[in-house]
């Protein structure tokens, strides 16, 4: 079975940068494409950028375009966001999710995604 664990999350001023990592164990994640959402307090839950299990091809969210750079590394069962320029309003939980396609529109189906992680937290703060 599917797991994943975020990891990168922390503090960091504006303007600031983190990388955050999904990684994966109990299967190969070559077999899936993987999601990046982010929930803040109050707020639903956002896709944020995507890639696809095959051919690296991902997409982000307009308001992370330029500055978010997904990427994965299937040896080591890892994706990764690299956040730059980060803004205070970008804090919230981070989340990686497995899916067989690269959508940024996230469902409430539950049986939608074949594993999700629990989540790293993100504050972006001076």
């Known amino acids: 079975q599917l797991q994943l664990v975020e990891s990168g999350g922390g503090l960091v001023q504006p303007g600031g940068s983190l990388r955050l990592s999904c990684v994966a164990s109990?299967?190969?994640?070559?077999?899936?494409?993987i999601i990046w959402f982010r929930q803040a307090p109050g707020e639903e839950r956002e896709g944020v950028s995507c890639?696809?299990?095959?051919?690296?091809?991902?997409r982000y969210a307009d308001s992370v375009k330029g500055r978010f750079t997904i990427s994965r590394d299937n040896t080591k069962n890892t994706v990764y966001l690299q956040m730059n320029s980060l803004k205070p309003e970008e804090k919230a939980v981070y989340y990686c999710a497995a899916d067989i396609v690269c959508s940024l529109v996230y469902s409430e189906y539950e049986e939608e995604y074949a594993s999700w992680g629990q989540g790293t937290q993100v504050t972006v703060s001076a």
């Open positions: 890639i696809n299990k095959n051919d690296g091809g991902s």
């Open positions: 109990g299967s190969t994640l070559d077999a899936y494409a």
